[in-house]
């Protein structure tokens, strides 16, 4: 796992622009803490930070192959290619001569075979660059599901690109804004393909590639959702699943260094484990709690227990070595860590404090590991969260979660407490509308599928294509922020085409969210995992965070100079403000809302930004 970065400049000589290039990638330095490196030539200048993961002595990059003297390509990757040994194995049969073990070299030499097809032979997570200095041309390429981020920017006469924009913004020709339509795809929580929220630059889709010319930029997919029948019955696409997911999480484990599984005790992360244990790989396992969460928990709209328990349970049957890792209010209220973790994504999040949580987890695992599987992507998949299932979200004309969040706030999800003014003239309910319209229309519908079908076809694709890539850059983002390598086995593209095409009525056949999975692993895991309900990431019920969030959130709405003045209702504000009590942890619309206020102060004050809006 690594951080990549560079700059391609068709009128430019690039060769002694080594230090641009190292100023850009040193903003990725936690991507990749074990090593540095930079290449130039006359139009290129590729830079690369290592996390060694696989071949560990050799593989370093960026990597060139070299014949008779002249370069004939130089990649820089980041991710994991797991059939990497069996594309080395063709590769050499076509004549090609490996230097390394590793899979990056695969990646180099499948470009010279195949070219701008060389995405479609690799399976697993990646983006990376190639250049082409006999043709001056770069290939851009991102894997199929968009696990492994990859982000760039066009100039005057060529581009920069990176991991993350902070390596754009570390360039001197660009300029860190946000104008309307970013803010709206901001504060509306989707990621519309390719929209990065700052002006200028763009995110390569999932499953595209870039071919960087003289001439410009052309984007191409080779790879989106296929809609197609299902013709199995119900124990056939149980047992397919079954073998799927487990081949999968075999594919996952593949490493020099340490391996473990985040454990949360549902039925999504307790299937990796069980699996990984039943390929022969029993790793050590960690969960997240809170101090005296268990004690004082209690039952709301999305919780109905506490994981603590169930994750517990797991590692007893399956015999992993578990380690709790139990955060403090202290913890997640450390000014430091919100800082890192809001550093890390680039952009406010209205969930911090599940970002802060997550962060905590992984640099404790990255104390004992360099690589963790988790189970994320599994609800995106088997229809696991309650968008799925109500009739007044799923069919509203605009995303489930924008049309659960404008029952809290009529312009969405987080914004109670920002101005109204600019909440109109941002129209976060019609910009999400807008970008719901261009995404139904992507769906095709299946020749014989019923209307009720195809609907949830549609909360399928929608879920899976605009929400599951906030979840997958939240947690590269802050993986890599610890310089912690996580693997996401749900998104294997072989086991994503079958299960997005099961039928709705088989993916529910009793009644149940996910009822497909649970039949697939329940041989495996405890009755009482495999029978319970979804429960998202938890959150701290102490009324001690609530009254961090209400100090610090008075400290916002009283400073007059600070960057959220133009931005905040303040009406709103000074009646929650004059409130002699904490901010209400148990629900979401208060608490959303501060953390938003205080994420987007954060944001606006340490990023150097520019709203125009």
């Keep these: 796992m690594c951080g990549i970065a560079g700059w391609i400049d068709f009128r430019r000589d690039l060769s002694e622009e080594g230090a641009t290039v190292r100023t850009m990638v040193a903003t990725l330095a936690n991507r990749g803490p074990d090593d540095e490196a930079v290449w130039t030539d006359r139009r290129a200048a590729l830079g690369h930070r290592r996390l060694s993961v696989i071949d560990l002595a050799n593989s370093t990059q960026p990597m060139a192959v070299e014949e008779d003297g002249r370069t004939l390509a130089v990649v820089v990757h980041n991710g994991e290619i797991y059939n990497f040994r069996q594309l080395r194995r063709q590769l050499e049969g076509l004549g090609h001569r490996f230097r390394t073990a590793g899979d990056t070299e695969v990646v180099v030499r499948a470009y010279l075979e195949w070219g701008d097809r060389c995405a479609e032979h690799l399976e697993g997570m990646f983006a990376f660059a190639v250049w082409d200095p006999a043709r001056d041309r770069l290939l851009l390429a991102r894997d199929r599901l968009g696990i492994k981020p990859l982000y760039y920017a066009r100039t005057a006469n060529g581009v920069l690109f990176g991991s993350e924009p902070k390596a754009l913004f570390a360039h001197p020709a660009m300029e860190c804004a946000v104008d309307s339509e970013g803010f709206a795809e901001l504060l509306a929580y989707i990621a519309t393909p390719g929209h990065a929220v700052y002006r200028g630059v763009r995110e390569l889709p999932a499953g595209h590639t870039a071919m960087v010319t003289g001439g410009g930029v052309t984007e191409s997919a080779y790879w989106s959702l296929p809609a197609r029948p299902h013709e199995d019955d119900t124990a056939t696409t149980v047992d397919t699943v079954r073998g799927l997911l487990a081949e999968s999480v075999e594919a996952h ?90 550093r890390s994504q680039d952009l406010p999040r209205p969930i911090p404090d599940m970002d802060r949580s997550l962060y905590l987890l992984l640099r404790a695992v990255r104390q004992r590991s360099t690589v963790a599987l988790m189970g994320e992507a599994a609800d995106e998949l088997f229809g696991g969260y309650r968008s799925f299932q109500d009739p007044s979200l799923t069919d509203t004309g605009n995303f489930p979660w924008v049309s659960m969040g404008l029952k809290v706030a009529p312009h969405g999800m987080s914004t109670g407490l920002l101005d109204p003014g600019v909440l109109k003239k941002i129209d976060v309910p019609g910009y999400a509308a807008q970008r719901y319209s261009e995404a139904v229309a992507e769906v095709p519908r299946v020749a014989g599928e019923s209307e009720l079908e195809h609907r949830m076809r549609r909360v399928s694709h929608v879920h899976l294509t605009r929400w599951m890539p906030l979840l997958l850059t939240r947690d590269d983002r802050l993986s890599m922020a610890v310089g912690l390598e996580l693997r996401v086995p749900y998104c294997d593209h072989r086991l994503v085409e079958y299960v997005y095409n099961i039928p709705w009525e088989m993916k529910t056949a009793d009644g149940r969210e996910k009822s497909v999975l649970r039949s697939a692993v329940a041989d495996l895991l405890p009755a009482s995992v495999t029978e319970r309900r979804k429960s998202p990431f938890p959150i701290t019920q102490d009324p001690g965070y609530g009254q961090v969030l209400k100090e610090r959130f008075d400290a916002v709405v009283n400073d007059p100079a600070g960057p959220m003045a133009g931005l905040l209702d303040r009406e709103a504000c000074a009646r929650l403000s004059a409130q002699d009590r904490p901010i209400e942890v148990s629900g979401w619309g208060e608490r959303r809302d501060v953390e938003m206020v205080l994420q987007l102060d954060g944001w606006l004050r340490n990023s150097r930004v520019r709203l125009d809006l």
Excluded at 261 to 280: F, K, M, N, W
Excluded at 329 to 339: G, I, K, Q, Y
């Design 253 to 342: 484990l593949v490493s020099d260094v340490p391996l473990c599984t985040l454990l949360s005790g549902g039925v999504d992360s307790s299937a990796i484990v069980a699996l990984a244990a039943r390929a022969g790989n029993r790793p050590r396992t960690f969960s997240v709690d809170f101090e005296g969460h268990t004690e004082r928990f209690q039952k709301d709209f999305w919780h109905e227990d506490a994981d603590a328990p169930y994750a517990a349970e797991v590692a007893r049957h399956v015999g992993t070595d578990h380690e709790p890792v139990v955060l403090r209010t202290a913890d997640l209220a450390d000014p430091v860590v919100d800082a890192a973790a809001l």
